[in-house]
T-cell receptor
Framework: GAVVSQHPSRVICKSGTSVKIECRSL??????MFWYRQFPKQSLMLMAT?????????EQGVEKDKFLINHASLTLSTLTVTSAHPEDSSFYIC?????????????FGQGTRLTVV | GDSVTQMEGPVTLSEEAFLTINCTYT??????LFWYVQYPGEGLQLLLK?????DKGSNKGFEATYRKETTSFHLEKGSVQVSDSAVYFC????????????FGIGTKLQVIP
């Protein structure tokens, strides 16, 4: 099946620094990718929709200046957490949809555990 | 808006026990329904899906039936194994998985020998 690769899987950074997370579709082209965040004991929540060649669409309540999304090619989207703070510590995961079994299915990356200290 | 409700867990079962994880949803129209599984240290993997009412998705011994009348998509397995220990997410998508997916909270399953 389709493969989505996310890197890094874990990152620890100091408060005030920026962290970049990469999401790649390895064997298919993805014009649209999605970024989710999961806080402890909560569900995965959509943060933004990343569109190749255009600006990302952010969900209500997500700060676009803090969570910078770049979708420079059909196989790569990046999420940069700028000026990270401890409250940004979370599990971030990306997805892209691809054809599967006659329909389309969202394939997910491995996720990134971000810890801001 | 769309929402998915599933039992929070954790669920602890002995090997070979019967598993049910309940999932109900709220959505307009006719969404596609999914179960994703997340093994320790890994990302989400699609376990099974159903795209219309009365469809049954199945994979690796797991089954779930799309029940529109009860807006449910309960996950079942007749005999769980230790290797099934993971977090299971019920999810829906309004357009067959092409766009964003709405997830339940996830249910952690622990199977003990």
């Amino acid at each position: 099946g389709a493969v989505v690769s996310q890197h890094p899987s874990r990152v620890i950074c100091k408060s005030g620094t920026s962290v970049k997370i990469e999401c790649r579709s390895l064997d298919f082209q993805a014009t649209t990718m999605f970024w989710y965040r999961q806080f402890p004991k909560q569900s995965l929540m959509l943060m933004a929709t990343s569109n190749e060649g255009s600006k990302a669409t952010y969900e209500q309540g997500v700060e676009k200046d803090k969570f910078l999304i770049n979708h420079a090619s059909l196989t790569l989207s990046t999420l940069t957490v700028t000026s990270a703070h401890p409250e940004d510590s979370s599990f971030y995961i990306c997805s892209a949809s691809a054809s599967s079994g006659g329909g389309r299915v969202a394939f997910f990356g491995q996720g990134t555990r971000l810890t801001v200290v | 808006g769309d929402s998915v409700t599933q039992m929070e867990g954790p669920v602890t079962l002995s090997e070979e026990a019967f598993l049910t994880i309940n999932c109900t949803y709220t959505a307009t129209g006719y969404p596609s329904l999914f179960w994703y599984v997340q093994y320790p240290g890994e990302g989400l993997q699609l376990l099974l899906k159903a795209t219309k009412a009365d469809d049954k998705g199945s994979n690796k011994g797991f089954e779930a039936t799309y029940r529109k009348e009860t807006t449910s998509f309960h996950l079942e397995k007749g005999s769980v194994q230790v290797s099934d220990s993971a977090v299971y997410f019920c999810a829906l998508s309004p357009d067959g998985g092409y766009q964003k997916v709405t997830f339940g909270i996830g249910t952690k399953l622990q199977v003990i020998p």
